[in-house]
C-alpha cells in the first residue's frame, strides 16, 4: 500500500503563483511515473502534468508555458510549481504514482486551488 500526502495549495490572486507538492510513503517497491490531475465543478477530470521515472515530462497545453512538473526520487516527492495562474486554473488538484510491478495507482486527497480575478 502506498500512501501520497498533498500540500501547498490555497487562495491566490491571479497572476500569483503556488507551489504544490506530494510525497509517498508505505510499502513501496518502485515508483515509476507520476503526476498531477485536476477537477473543477461541473468540469471532467483533466490531466495537467505527468512525470516518468526518467524524469520526461508532458503537461497539458492549457499549462504549458506556467506550470512545471519535478521529482525528487530521494524524498519520492513530485512537485508542481505554478505561475501566472489564472482564474481558470481553480480546481481541486490530485496527485498520482504509480508504483509496484504491477504500476498499481494510487491517489492524493486533493487540495484546493483557488485563483481569483
Known amino acids: 500500500q502506498v500512501q501520497l500526502v498533498e500540500s501547498g495549495g490555497g487562495l491566490v490572486q491571479a497572476g500569483g503563483s503556488l507551489r504544490l507538492s506530494c510525497a509517498a510513503s508505505?510499502?513501496?517497491?518502485?515508483?515509476?511515473?507520476m503526476g498531477w490531475y485536476r477537477q473543477a465543478p461541473g468540469r471532467q477530470r483533466e490531466l495537467v502534468a505527468h512525470?516518468?521515472?526518467?524524469?520526461?515530462?508532458n503537461y497539458a497545453d492549457s499549462v504549458k508555458g506556467r506550470f512545471t512538473v519535478s521529482r525528487d526520487n530521494a524524498k519520492i516527492t513530485v512537485y508542481l510549481q505554478m505561475n501566472s495562474l489564472k482564474p481558470e486554473d481553480t480546481a481541486v488538484y490530485y496527485c498520482?504514482?504509480?508504483?509496484?510491478?504491477?504500476?498499481?495507482?494510487?491517489w492524493g486527497q486533493g487540495t484546493q486551488v483557488t485563483v481569483s480575478s
Open positions: 512525470i516518468t521515472s526518467g524524469g520526461r515530462s
Open positions: 508505505g510499502s513501496i517497491f518502485s515508483i515509476n511515473d
Open positions: 498520482y504514482s504509480a508504483a509496484g510491478p504491477y504500476h498499481d495507482v494510487y
